[in-house]
């Protein structure tokens, strides 16, 4: 996929289909601030369909970067990296 028309189209299907009722579910391991106003949040977990139990084994290690906005301190998802989880070990992270 390239251009933002195409990579928004396309994330859209995924959230109509896969993660349509679901929740994601997850736990922040570590938090390194790069600057005033980004930070790179490593967490594990799940999406888990709604009613269903959260599983004790993380199947997703999501590598987050997070931009200040708007100069009141709100913190807004700016790019998120799935890290597969069987290249890190059972543990994850």
């Known amino acids: 996929m390239q251009g933002r028309n195409e990579i928004a189209f396309g994330h ?3 959230f109509y289909d896969f993660y349509r009722n679901t929740t994601w579910n997850l736990k922040i391991k570590k ?3 790069l600057g005033e106003d980004v930070a790179l949040v490593h967490a594990a977990g ?18 987050i ?3 200040r ?6 913190l807004s998802p700016f790019r998120i990296h799935h890290m597969p989880l069987m290249s890190l070990g059972k543990t994850g992270i």
Do not use: C, T
């Open 12 to 14: 859209s299907m995924i």
């Open 31 to 33: 938090i390194r601030f």
């Open 46 to 63: 799940a999406v888990v369909k709604n009613g269903d139990p959260v599983p004790e084994e993380p199947d997703a290690v999501p590598l």
């Open 65 to 67: 970067v997070l931009n």
């Open 69 to 74: 906005i708007e100069m009141i301190g709100k």
